[in-house]
């Protein structure tokens, strides 16, 4: 199951609210999503591989993903948040591919570079799915990031794990945490990002929803019936009415069998212009310039030029991004990129909404 | 006489070969000719303004100075740099408007913010002109600047002077300078900045000819007679074969009674971005942004913004010149302007006409 809602401002203005970043060849010559099922290929094949994206996004994932079949894709008439669209694709794969199926669920924006161990890894976890565990990919931090919530690990599972590939239990999962206890946590050690990618059998999830967001389980099978009878109008009336919480929250860290497989996979969730830029610098000298189109440079170094429809010219630039696309240019230094997100408050204020 | 011939690599890619600056909208909503033209309305009439440019834009500048004869237009045929061109135009006046005329030489791409004081400072030195001198304008050196020729000053001459403004003798000419040698200069006191205006009376300047140039003597006697008898083909077929020299080194600097004007008058050549800067920014704080078009910025100072075709969003940039066009997008810390030359350079070795 891939959940494909991302609402693409944090690469803007590349992405836009019609485009965001799952449908873009921003790092490689296929789309983000287009990679993401490519990854999967040797695991899973096409006709169970489902898509929840938002109902705009319909047609694009289509366009996309050519060899999924069209009932795999469902379109949110809005956005609720993750619970609510898992909780419908459990109950959907429940009836489609039966309570024993294990479902891997991986955002449609991320980048693995090691595509083997990622593998090796699912399968991993599907194991310890298998055995009643909620399974959460762990990420070993870089660094101390901000801007991901943490896995506190505990013990190895020693019978679950495979090779070098451990298998953990969770003590706790950490929300975003300001960068002092990040800091701490790298010190201590035994923590991970929570990357969003989990495993459980259809099952499992089954029961955790009955279990913490029973309110959502008439609508869930209201909307299951209509998708499986060709009528798409139940999703369209009840999936709004559903509880917008997220999935983590609501389920995950209420749940008791859960662990954690680190996942030292090459992953990135390219959040950012200057994370975008870690991803395609990979492997080069860190003053390398990073060009996509047309660049004339005069020492300038480090820097994310994206320019593919005219000529960017710089002298003396260290560490930038330039984003160029035909009706907005972004200038920032890699260290900032995060903070586009104002000037896309800046536009909605002044309601340019062409822009967006 | 206005020289219009200026090349327009120094403020790409706003200007280009095919539009120097002279051309362009830059400072105002009047082209820097237009501007030209405009600061001499009060001294001189229309049909004794003359404008000698390049034979590719003798269009451009019969239509941004409808008011001036296109016979007072004429278009060099192949650049010969300035000796050819401001004696040609000397010889051209002495028919037309006698020898007795004092020709005022200003060039076409300068911006000068004290009209005022310029206007007084040039009836000054048409009377110092009228006294048998060839006068040029010496700015007040804003700081050892190594991109002007300076000009040394001796005594004061005490008859020519009037009010505030004063007639000073020239020791020396001096080629642009090392760093060194123009801070010395400054320390020395006594040096201008030569900014390509002078004034004479059209006898003197042919005198001048006749004895430091006599080779181009019968060039021009041919090409006037060619001008003034409807036959233009003989400008084309002998102004290519006139040496090509400035007119500071075989002319101004061989000459005997050479008279400075200190001319405080808010003078600028906009000679690079950065230099255009400091016109528009004149009389603001020097952290305020300049902004031609449309910008968003987010803790963005100082910086100069054109872009009036799309929006340019900027985050944390000091000091930073962005020069938006519709084919090239150009970024560089304003320090560093001048060295737009080597992307100019790097395109000619491209082969990219069309970006030039």
Chains 1, 2 share one sequence.
């Not at 490689?28 to 169970?48: C, G, Y």
């Not at 240019?329 to 340019?352: F, M, N, Q, W, Y």
């Amino acid at each position: 199951v891939i959940p494909a809602g991302g609402g693409g401002t944090r690469l803007w203005p590349r992405s836009r609210q019609a485009t965001p970043k799952q449908f873009l060849d921003i790092v490689s010559h296929r789309t983000m999503l287009q990679e993401t099922a490519d990854r999967l290929e040797e695991l899973v094949p096409p006709d169970r591989v489902f898509v929840i994206t938002n109902a705009r996004h319909v047609g694009p994932v289509r366009e996309q993903l050519p060899e999924v079949p069209h009932e795999n894709i469902v379109g949110e008439p809005a956005g609720r948040d993750s619970a609510p669209a898992i909780g419908l694709m459990a109950a959907l794969l429940e009836r489609v591919c039966g309570a024993d199926t294990v479902m891997i669920v991986l955002p449609a924006d991320h980048v693995i570079l090691d595509d083997a161990l990622f593998r090796e890894t699912l399968l991993t976890a599907a194991n310890a799915a298998r055995q009643g565990y909620l399974v959460t990919l762990g990420i070993p931090p870089k660094g101390p990031d901000t801007g991901f919530g943490y896995i506190q690990s505990g013990a190895k599972l020693e019978q679950l794990g495979s090779g070098d590939i451990d298998v953990l239990t969770v003590k706790q999962f950490k929300e975003k945490p300001k960068r002092e206890v990040a800091q701490q946590y790298l010190a201590e050690g035994g923590y991970f990002w929570n990357a969003g990618m989990f495993i459980a059998t259809v099952a499992h999830l089954r029961e955790l929803y009955r279990t913490h967001l029973p309110q959502m389980e008439a609508g869930f099978a209201q909307i299951v019936d209509g998708l499986l009878n060709g009528n798409p109008k139940v999703l369209e009336e009840i999936f709004p009415t559903l509880d917008k919480i997220s999935f983590d929250y609501a389920v995950t860290e209420k749940a008791d069998r859960v662990a954690v497989v680190p996942a030292d996979i090459g992953w990135n969730d390219v959040g950012s212009w200057g994370r975008l830029a870690e991803v395609l610098s990979h492997g080069k000298h860190e003053s390398t310039n990073i060009v996509v189109g047309d660049h004339i440079g005069v020492d300038t170094h480090g820097s994310l030029i994206y320019s593919p429809h005219r000529l960017v010219a710089t002298i003396g630039l260290e560490d930038i991004v330039v984003i160029d696309t035909p009706d907005a240019t972004l200038i920032c230094p890699k260290s900032r990129s995060e903070e586009v997100k104002h000037i896309v408050e800046a536009l909605k204020v002044r309601g340019d909404h062409h822009l967006l």
